[in-house]
């Protein structure tokens, strides 16, 4: 009851966050951005102790494992094109083929802001969970996951949950991207997708003299 109570606490937080930051942004008509991405396949650089549990692996320590499912994201941009906060909600199949998912609201710094590419790094709390491994016979949880688990789910909760964003702009509304979900040294789970624009965003040197938040040609 304790950590369900713990769970509820966590999504009404994210409720009141959201309304604070997005709701606004429909009124101020801010730079902001929806996507959709296709996550692909998970990375384990140093092979997986588990690995006889992930059927959709290429090798006998699945250092690379397909998966399947989406993230849809909404991101605000509050400083040009360098600073915004991005709310993420993932749905995909875990490296055992079970439904997992995270939901994710975090800063993210334009660190390469041309005309054509971009590359977007960032980290937020994350809320983090699957169906339970513990179905299967032989599991035991690797020390550095610390999963907690309720009844026929495991979880957790991280203050530092990232991501690493390459983005090429197709026109002026749509852009084609790249992402990393970085979980070192467990995992890199990388996808691709597609970003919308709700309003036009230039790269920096492109803003008038003196605007910072709101681009006015």
Known sequence: MAQTGWIESFYRYFRLILLYWLLPATKLGAQDAVGLWFVTGTVHPYGENMAFLMPARVNDRATLVFNWGF???YQRYFYKKRWSLKFAQGVYSDCAQLFAGHTHLGFRLNVLNGRKHSLEVGFGP???????WYRF??????????LKTSGEWQWNFVWYGGEI??????TRQWDLTCHVIPGPPKFFTFGFGTRYWLQYNPPNREWPKGSKIHFRP
Do not use: C, E, K, M
């Not at 994350?126 to 339970?132: D, E, K, L, N, P």
């Open 71 to 73: 993230v849809g994201t």
């Open 137 to 146: 016979p032989g599991y035991v949880q690797d020390a550095n996951l610390l």
């Open 165 to 170: 964003n390459y983005i090429y702009h197709l």
């Open 126 to 132: 994350t809320f983090v969970y699957r169906r339970s």
